[in-house]
């Protein structure tokens, strides 16, 4: 899915996935320095401009995927 935007319906289960994690695993692996459990909190509260906001830099175009690997669910 790398470089891939989501759809509404893929990002929206994304993040009711997401069990917010009060110290994120995501966000120490991200190898860009990007905060994710960031971006899904933002989102999971229809702040999208939050979102993008946190996410630009890299999230789009990455292609490790450490955050993913490290997700707690």
Do not use: H
């Not at 994690?21 to 909190?41: E, F, N, S, T």
């Amino acid at each position: 899915m790398s470089g891939e935007k989501l759809s509404a319906f893929a990002a929206k289960n994304e993040w009711e996935g997401c069990l917010l994690c009060y110290d994120a695993p995501c966000a120490k692996q991200c190898g860009k320095g990007l905060d994710p459990a960031g971006v899904i909190r933002s989102l999971r509260f229809e702040n999208y401009g939050g979102a993008a906001g946190k996410a630009s830099g890299g999230c789009a175009d990455c292609a490790e995927r450490t955050c993913v690997s490290a997700c707690a669910r």
